[in-house]
């Protein structure tokens, strides 16, 4: 298969994605051509999305604070939920020090926050 070379390459794919979309819904069958022809421009621009627009892992800082933010927690009660001081959350918020293995595993189950982004 080939692959996007040129920007403009992808923006055309991205305007084909868009008309395709407007198409192709949950009950359309895999074996219809305008499917087959979404599934592989999709697959197309992904990977070229990959190389050129590549999503970085958050911080685990920008990840409390949103959770925080989600869940409607203040530093005390964030404190509360993961078994910490509030100064222990107010050194993770401002990057100071990281969490333990145990207090991770608490993030992890009590914010869902992944463990890759705790551990870094």
């Known amino acids: 298969m080939t692959k996007i070379k040129t920007e403009a390459q992808y923006q055309s794919l991205l305007k084909k994605i868009d008309q395709l979309m407007d198409v ?24 070229y999305e990959n190389v050129h627009y590549p999503i970085e892992t958050p ?15 203040t530093q005390s009660k964030m404190a509360e939920l993961i078994g910490v001081s509030a100064s222990r959350v107010s ?29 870094g």
């Open 59 to 73: 911080a685990l800082v920008d990840v409390l604070k949103l959770r925080m933010y989600e869940m409607g927690l």
């Open 24 to 47: 192709v819904d949950e009950d359309t069958p895999a074996t219809d051509p305008d499917y087959i022809e979404l599934d592989i421009l999709t697959d197309l621009v992904e990977e």
């Open 91 to 119: 050194e993770y918020l401002s990057g100071k020090s990281e969490p333990t293995l145990q207090v991770a595993r608490n993030m992890h189950k009590k914010l869902n926050i992944s463990p890759a982004i705790i551990l």
